[in-house]
């Protein structure tokens, strides 16, 4: 399989360079961050540093330092690919019932807040990999516009005031979290700074000490105190033992384009390219009329149904489980599961062989990256839920994620997107939880896109319809912005946002047999770039669902 994924690998992108930078992420503040590395004489891959660890700051409901991401990069000088790994670790005292009760329930309130739901943090090693072994500059530099916003302070704005209220419960259980989130013992109005010196400090040591300022020494020990004292179960043996993982990315053909995506622990590359797959028998292009939508949108949804049973059964951390990849994202298998799809039906997901709502976008955030050397970066972080796990380790301003829910707490039992798992991804010390997030880049004759967004299980079929959208010849304004559906198997729904269709194709759907549900309102948050291979011309979008995001060409 090593062969396989080497040979798909060895294209590379043959072009001159961009003519300029793009980046796009959920927050100016971020995106500014990186573009001012940039100009410092940084790479993409510096950039990404710059971004990820400004999210961090003024984007906690979403990513962060106690928190994990995948990184997909693509290395302009040799055409290498890889993904980067720094997805949370479960703890070395984890179990697999940890989270149920004496009647063999799944806790959720454990599962998902304080301490014990939090997995070993990945973005702080991630930060010193990229920057040894792919950036131009130490993290003594870009980690600077991170530090200043931690200590100066970022105005508070609509986003993170909704999920402060949200999560208030449980952020007031421990006082160094309510010290932040409730300056003046009240949650922060809109433009009010949030200031966070601790995190400052923390930064400040990484900046200094690379990796060894987060997992060990000072930081360590007060994380490992902290957490102990609320009922969690880190060591510092745990934190020091964390390392980055380099993944050879998941790669796919798609009538004429090559994909490459995010590999496990994310289910996500896996899944579209079964998708893609089934679908590329149809020429869905030529069904966007208004007679043939809903026969397009139904071919989508009976493959997402498909592709989302087999992320319930097979996927998990391959450092772990045996996962067939070649056999999931082989054609000849996709050919057998359209062969079971009918035109006209839905095939409710209960008749599908296998094992037996409605998080928005608040989770994770994405961010997209071209450079002028042709050098990228799709990047797609994460706590896991709004605000994760509420618990901010004392004397460290460091908000631990709840990734542990990402795991299968019970075979069967839905998780906070409503995912459901089997054996392949339950608790195991040093496992990592199977994640959705998909970053992604498409290199086409003469266009390249990069694209990814937040989301929870939606994270997958979002990336679907954006990449769907530039297959159909659209620009990256319109990834973007394109109306969402969802089908993840079970529940065996077929989600829409709202006025995402119109009458006459949720008709047609429901026709065909789709439990069709519309959203109140809309999910995601996609920030994606573009670099069009002939003219030189790059260019960058961001989800207009949300107000913070920022895309810019410089
Ligand atoms: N925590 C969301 C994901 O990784 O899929």
Redesign the pocket.
């Known amino acids: 399989m090593r062969v396989l994924l080497l040979m798909l690998l060895s294209f590379s992108v043959t072009a001159g360079s961009p003519e300029k930078s793009a980046i796009a992420s959920a927050h100016y503040m971020a995106t500014e961050a990186g573009h001012q590395i940039l100009a410092q004489g940084g790479n993409a891959f510096d950039a990404a540093i710059a971004v990820s660890s400004t999210l961090a700051v003024v984007e906690q409901q979403s990513s962060g330092i106690g928190g994990g991401a995948f990184w997909l990069l693509h290395r302009a000088k040799d055409g290498k690919n890889v993904m980067i790994d720094g997805r949370e670790e479960a703890p070395n005292a984890a179990f697999a019932d940890m989270y149920l009760d004496e009647n063999g329930e799944v806790n959720r309130d454990l599962a998902l807040n304080g301490p014990l739901a939090a997995a070993i943090p990945g973005e702080i090693a991630g930060f010193e990999h990229l920057a040894k072994h792919y950036g131009k500059l130490p993290l003594s530099v870009s980690l600077q516009p991170a530090i200043k916003a931690a200590e100066e302070g970022f105005p508070a704005y609509p986003r993170i005031i909704k999920t402060i209220e949200r999560k208030a419960k449980v952020l007031k259980r421990y006082p160094a979290s309510a010290a932040v989130y409730f300056p003046n013992g009240q949650i922060p109005k809109e433009g009010q700074l949030i200031i966070q010196k601790d995190l400052a400090k923390t930064l400040k040591a990484v900046a200094k000490h690379g990796k060894a300022g987060f997992y060990e020494g000072k930081v360590a020990r007060k994380m490992v105190k902290s957490v102990q004292k609320h009922g969690g179960i880190w060591t510092l043996d745990d934190l020091k033992n964390y390392t980055i993982k380099e993944r050879n990315p998941i790669t796919t053909n798609y009538r004429g384009h090559q994909l490459v995506t995010a590999a496990p622990p994310s289910s996500g590359g896996i899944a579209i390219a079964t998708i893609l797959n089934i679908l590329s028998a149809w020429d869905l292009t030529a069904m966007n009329d208004d007679e043939d939508r809903a026969k397009r949108i139904h071919l989508v949804v009976e493959a997402m149904r498909r592709a989302y049973r087999d992320r319930s059964i097979y996927l998990g951390d391959t450092d772990f489980v045996d996962v067939p990849i070649q056999l999931l994202t082989h054609p000849y298998y996709a050919a057998g599961l359209r062969a079971g799809i009918s035109p006209h039906k839905a095939m409710p997901s209960a008749l599908l062989p296998g094992i037996n709502d409605n998080p928005k976008g608040e989770?994770?955030t994405h961010f997209s990256i071209i450079d002028t050397e042709g050098n990228m970066v799709s990047a797609t972080l994460?706590v896991?839920t709004g605000l994760a796990s509420g618990f901010i380790a004392e004397g460290t301003g460091v908000l631990l994620n709840n990734?542990m829910d990402?795991f299968s707490a019970k075979p069967g039992e839905p998780n906070a997107f409503g995912l459901i798992g089997d054996d392949a991804n339950k608790i195991e010390p040093g496992k990592r939880p199977l994640?959705?997030?998909s970053p992604t880049f498409v290199f086409s004759e003469d266009k390249v896109a990069v694209l990814g967004t937040p989301g929870?299980s939606r994270?997958i079929t979002m990336v679907l319809l954006g990449l769907l959208d530039y297959f159909d010849g659209n620009e990256v304004h319109s990834w973007v912005q394109k109306p969402r559906y969802h089908h993840q198997y079970l529940p065996d729904k077929l989600f829409i946002e709202k006025d995402a269709l119109d009458l006459k194709t949720i008709e047609a759907l429901k026709a065909k047999g789709h439990e069709v549900v519309e959203h109140k309102g809309r999910w995601g948050n996609m920030h994606a770039v573009s670099w069009n291979k002939k003219t030189g011309e790059v260019d960058a979008a961001s989800d207009p669902r949300t107000t913070t995001g920022s895309a810019m060409v410089k």
Do not use: A, Y
Request: no cysteine; charged share 25%; hydrophobic share 20%.
């Open positions: 989770d994770t994460t896991n990734e990402d994640s959705s997030m929870g994270i």
